[in-house]
């Protein structure tokens, strides 16, 4: 069978893109009260124009203390004429508007967000500097109503679909890791107890919006840590979520914010430049010691193709291909393979309108060098340094 045509029009659940190409989600920086700005709106716009079929608004924390600072979106109506303007200025592109939608859990920072971070169960945050509270079963049940209603949230501002955070050991990420998730009650222990948030949170974002939105989850293949969440259980909870009809897609991803960050990005660590955002003695300690949290992992392209591949094989569920594509011959590859879509980021971020160039000639290539330094600029506008 011929394999679909990468830059053709396709469904993802009940919304019709022009073409298989996802901006991915990647925190912009550009909301500093918490709020949709004309520069947040620009910064998606570009890519929009630039030709993707869904550009990715992120992060879209469910509630206040789920924000990874006091900056971030959190949905709630005072949110809903930006968010609005957002869609309205990505729909005049052409493009279709997705707003990612989650918890972060043990990676948001307490000291921002005067309010105490939530975990599985209690340790220490270097990002707040201080201890995180284990959810109770009370604050559970909150979440998961909440990610409900920012669906609802969603739909009102005229998205066209959600994306849940399942990844990067934000909350129910978290809770799928052994490594992180000590509980003994019935959120910890066997996997289909780490799991049961997950699906939690999925079936109440399908309840939600029904087949008016796509769903899609962001899900890890393996934390990338001893210890952590694998891919055997991926798998297995992959098959879960299927079996469940409570998402259109799963976006493949790994990796740990809390724990190790460069293993979802490879190329270079930029260390120095990490450091360079932060006051004394912070400024001194990352520059010492910043080399064994930001670990180098030598780039290649389609990197997490490999281990993507297990779950195409496991699953009739459409998978979208993320990490490290820069052209249309592994795009083509993607497609060859039984990817329903792929995802870009860094190459975007380099290059906005760089889908429009590929769809143009098919020997044209990312620019991104996959030097990373875009990744301190998250903190005054995410940019790529060299464009």
């Given at each position: 069978m011929t394999p679909p045509d990468v830059f053709a029009p396709a469904r993802l659940g009940p919304v019709r893109l022009r073409n298989r190409v996802i901006k991915a989600a990647t925190f912009e920086g550009r909301t500093p009260d918490a709020l949709v700005t004309d520069e947040l709106i620009e910064y998606h716009r570009r890519p929009a124009r630039g030709g993707v079929g869904m550009t990715t608004l992120a992060y879209c924390a469910v509630s206040p203390e789920g924000r990874t600072d006091r900056h971030q979106i959190w949905m709630r109506p005072d949110a809903?004429?930006?968010?609005?303007?957002?869609?309205?200025?990505?729909?005049?592109?052409?493009?279709?508007?997705?707003?990612?939608i989650g918890h972060a859990g043990p990676v948001a920072n307490a000291a921002s967000n005067r309010l105490p971070a939530l975990s599985p169960t209690r340790r220490f945050s270097p990002l707040g500097?201080?201890?995180?509270?284990?959810?109770?079963?009370?604050?559970?049940?909150?979440?998961?109503?909440?990610?409900?209603?920012?669906?609802?949230t969603a739909e009102e501002a005229g998205f066209d679909a959600v994306e849940v955070h399942f990844g990067h050991n934000y909350l129910v990420s978290a809770?799928?890791?052994?490594?992180?998730?000590?509980?003994?009650?019935?959120?910890?222990?066997?996997?289909?107890?780490?799991?049961?948030?997950?699906?939690?949170?999925?079936?109440?974002?399908?309840?939600?919006?029904?087949?008016?939105?796509?769903?899609?989850?962001?899900?890890?293949?393996?934390?990338?840590?001893?210890?952590?969440?694998?891919?055997?259980?991926?798998?297995?909870?992959?098959?879960?979520?299927?079996?469940?009809?409570?998402?259109?897609?799963?976006?493949?991803?790994?990796?740990?914010?809390?724990?190790?960050?460069?293993?979802?990005?490879?190329?270079?660590?930029?260390?120095?430049?990490?450091?360079?955002?932060?006051?004394?003695?912070?400024?001194?300690?990352?520059?010492?010691?910043?080399?064994?949290?930001?670990?180098?992992?030598?780039?290649?392209?389609a990197y997490l193709l490999d281990r993507a591949r297990q779950f195409r094989a496991a699953l009739r569920l459409p998978l979208i291909l993320l990490g490290g594509i820069t052209t249309v011959e592994t795009m083509n590859l993607a497609m060859a393979e039984g990817f329903a879509f792929v995802a870009l980021a860094?190459?975007?971020?380099?290059?906005?309108?760089?889908?429009?160039?590929?769809?143009?000639?098919?020997?044209?290539?990312?620019?991104?060098?996959?030097?990373?330094r875009c990744m301190p600029t998250i903190y005054g506008g995410t940019h790529c340094v060299l464009a």
């Open positions: 809903v004429p930006g968010l609005r303007r957002f869609t309205a200025a990505i729909h005049a592109e052409g493009a279709a508007a997705c707003a990612q500097m201080r201890l995180t509270r284990a959810a109770t079963a009370a604050d559970l049940d909150r979440i998961v109503e909440a990610h409900a209603s920012a669906a609802r809770f799928l890791s052994p490594r992180l998730n000590h509980r003994t009650d019935g959120f910890g222990g066997s996997l289909a107890n780490r799991a049961r948030l997950a699906r939690e949170v999925a079936r109440a974002v399908r309840d939600a919006v029904g087949d008016r939105l796509a769903i899609t989850a962001k899900l890890n293949m393996d934390d990338g840590v001893p210890g952590g969440f694998w891919l055997d259980e991926s798998l297995e909870v992959a098959r879960w979520l299927e079996a469940d009809g409570s998402v259109d897609a799963l976006e493949l991803t790994a990796g740990s914010s809390l724990l190790n960050p460069m293993y979802l990005f490879t190329g270079d660590a930029p260390v120095r430049e990490f450091a360079a955002r932060f006051p004394q003695p912070a400024r001194l300690g990352l520059r010492l010691g910043g080399r064994f949290f930001l670990r180098e992992y030598p780039f290649r392209e860094r190459a975007l971020l380099r290059e906005p309108d760089l889908v429009n160039r590929m769809r143009a000639d098919a020997s044209t290539r990312s620019l991104c060098v996959h030097c990373n």
